[in-house]
């Protein structure tokens, strides 16, 4: 059995649900939404992530002896809600953005249907996983698309949290990268893999010849052998005399990049290894990447920014309540009226309009509770953007899993063809296309 | 049994073991380094976070039959490897700067002594787990010389991965916070949670004041209501007609917080809750708690800005071989030479100078191998600031679980005091002490 993530949470959660089974109000029927109020960062459009590991969280969402026992220990909650914790289990209804689908302002990102204590208890890890991996995500879409053709690996482990590094790797994968180096995101997620030595394996041996010769010997000449320990024109020189021309490859991880790799390159032709590939590593981020876009690179091998979101680590993304019945069973919207964190009460419903393939705004039908909403009639056409993760307690698989990060990785590449030209561009900027709310 | 850590690792390191176990360097004495270039983000100090988690992720590095089996069949090594992995137990020696300690540029943070294929396959997890505990409690610390006296709780999960929110959570409370929303980082680590309400709580209800009835009877007037829902004048003034003038405290976590603290604590006071406590919590960092110091707030709940670092999400630690035995069992030092990167090479014994009771410089004595270096003759009375976790594989349990958090946490308190005036400044500026090398 896998370790509980019901712990992973606010305190606050069992309070208000502690308070709320006492006077009546934790069964009301309610909708919760999880949405961002702009796009941190100044963004032009952002990326989902995360919602297949919230799925495997939510079958690892239960209240087990250990976890009753810390909350009675401490007393953070009284004998019923304990008794009703341990009898936890979500029988609601979830509904959002498929992973790698683009979001905007307002985008109804995950719609928890449920009775308030069941759907508030999962406020803070569904934000967590959501902050988290659309975060990465969004920034990995933007080097995808500066990198252009060129492959790019995820390897920025080193730089996160060593379970985040995990999540880091997949939300990389779903927004266009091909490979991570992370073998846990490989067991776990079934991203390919990738990596051959760092700089301690030449400093091991006695020169770099001998490192060359050993790495060579284990892996064979199509290995990548790392040039810049100590002279990089002298590594290039020894690497293709130990290898021959049929190199696989040379990777560089310092250095004034475009200078370095066109220096190579010329070096590496001239030696006769015309095929040998090039592979930079040096603190690459989407500017960096766009700045090689002329240079004789074939491969970006990108860490700390892409795991840490490039300047913006979590999304800011919310989880709010929207909507709720009142004590004679009739949906209310409400909304916090806070001057500078107001929102919009109400369920949603999200379509996406096009003009010849492209995205040209978001819309956003309000109604006040639980009713499904139709394409709104003044946008015919317009494509539906939410779909039904669980109903009535029930996961669908086909999002989970290696499966779940396939389809998300495929509908990351479709959508991304949507975007309109001006979406593209790395400068900071409004979003790429308008939110528009109407009414269901 | 706890899930394995042994994935959490980048390929690389065990393609590098294939190669060493072949071609018989992987059973060379090595001594590895951990620690920063420079402090990021223009810190004027450091704080070490982490290495008690890495210790409990020490005892769970073991590759079992799951691991094997996806390295196996993903042919990441050849058989002889997976045997040699099977067998896996580190035996080496680890010694560091204490967890709460300050650093410094060129701080040897952690030092691992062993055979290079032991040393080597640690260092992605070294690294992922300093490299963001560190981060966090560098911000944390620079918080709380902020807030002074005023008490500080982190809130900042839903804002950090799920796993990495509870270590985020830890390393703010070593540096000098008082509390986490996070029920986890309760559990595992025995730090004190606390939270009541959140806007949802105020929504569920017909009106604030059903709300705030119902928390009182679930919690008491000595709770803390959140007033700013609505009307935050109107709030306040119905927590107290509801509480009474014994009302614990109220929560804002939205406006221009001077100005609002300060009405809120007239009209409290008008109202006759002088002893009701103002909270605040609203996108709060080092620079906004600095900007409410004059302001009547007792105490800061901080989100974002801790957990992602402040700016800093990463402490961007390396982790490099700095000597080894060459074939003949002399000790060598080596180093990376690339101009951008050079690190120094040997391992380094490490001592803080004072000067009534006030740090001036970061000692760093450089020997080739393995033998322990002795105070420098030049620096008598300078503070060594190197303890050790694991001899010969046994790990020493004082460093680990609820008692090394309150023992790390003790002693960044202490060493807090030792920091020079301009170190406590928030502005970036080089480090606040200088690191000397010297030879051993």
Redesign the interface.
């Known amino acids: 059995m896998?370790?509980s993530?019901a712990?992973?949470?606010?305190?606050?959660?069992?309070?208000?649900i502690?308070?709320?089974l006492?006077?009546g109000?934790g069964d009301?029927p309610?909708v919760?939404e999880l949405f961002g109020r702009r796009l941190s960062g100044g963004r032009r459009f952002g990326v989902v992530a995360g919602t297949g590991r919230l799925l495997a969280?939510l079958r690892d969402f239960r209240f087990d002896d250990?976890?009753l026992a810390?909350?009675r220990d401490?007393k953070?909650v009284d004998a019923a809600t304990l008794d009703w914790l341990a009898a936890y289990r979500f029988t609601g209804t979830i509904t959002g953005y498929r992973e790698g689908e683009l979001y905007f302002p307002g985008s109804p990102v995950l719609t928890v249907e449920s009775t308030?204590a069941e759907g508030?208890v999962l406020?803070?890890?569904a934000?967590?996983?959501l902050?988290?991996?659309s975060a990465v995500a969004t920034a990995a879409a933007r080097m995808a698309v500066a990198a252009g053709d060129r492959p790019l690996a995820e390897?920025g482990?080193?730089?996160?949290?060593?379970?985040?590094?995990?999540?880091a790797a997949r939300a990389a994968y779903i927004a266009g990268f091909g490979a991570t180096?992370?073998?846990?995101a490989?067991?776990t997620w079934g991203i390919p893999?990738?990596?051959?030595?760092?700089?301690?394996?030449t400093?091991?041996?006695?020169t770099e010849e001998d490192a060359f010769r050993?790495?060579i010997?284990?892996?064979g000449v199509e290995t990548t052998l790392l040039v810049?320990?100590?002279?990089?024109r002298q590594g290039v020189e020894t690497a293709v005399r130990v290898a021959g021309t049929g190199l696989g490859g040379v990777r560089i991880?310092?250095?004034d990049l475009p200078i370095v790799a066109a220096e190579v390159r010329v070096q590496l032709d001239e030696l006769g290894a015309t095929a040998t590939r090039i592979t930079v590593t040096s603190d690459l981020d989407e500017y960096a990447i766009a700045a090689l876009a002329a240079s004789p690179v074939d491969s970006y091998g990108v860490g700390?920014s892409v795991?840490?979101?490039s300047g913006t680590?979590?999304s800011?993304m919310v989880?709010?309540?929207v909507a709720?019945q009142?004590?004679d069973g009739a949906w209310v919207s409400?909304?916090?009226?806070?001057?500078?964190?107001a929102s919009k009460g109400g369920r949603k419903a999200a379509f996406r309009t096009l003009e010849r393939g492209t995205a040209t705004s978001e819309i956003i039908a309000i109604s006040d509770g639980f009713e499904a909403v139709d394409t709104p009639d003044e946008h015919p056409g317009a494509r539906p953007l939410q779909v039904r993760f669980v109903v009535d307690g029930e996961i669908d698989p086909a999002f989970e899993g290696p499966a779940g990060v396939e389809a998300a990785r495929a509908h990351h590449a479709e959508v991304r063809e949507e975007l309109p030209v001006r979406a593209l561009a790395l400068s900071r900027s409004d979003p790429a296309i308008p939110t528009i709310y109407v009414d269901a």
Request: proline content about 1%; charged content about 25%.
């Open positions: 896998r370790a993530t712990l992973l949470t606010d305190r606050y959660e069992l309070t208000m502690d308070a709320a006492r006077d109000t009301r309610c919760f969280a250990d976890e810390f909350l401490g953070v308030f508030v406020e803070t890890l934000l967590s996983i902050n988290h991996d390897m482990s080193r730089r996160a949290g060593e379970r985040s590094a995990v999540a180096s992370n073998l846990e490989g067991r893999t990738m990596g051959t030595a760092a700089h301690a394996w400093l091991l041996h006695e050993a790495q010997a284990a892996l810049d320990t100590y002279d990089i991880d310092s250095g700390t795991v840490t979101g680590p979590t800011g989880y709010k309540l709720r009142d004590a409400v909304a916090k009226a806070s001057t500078d964190k």
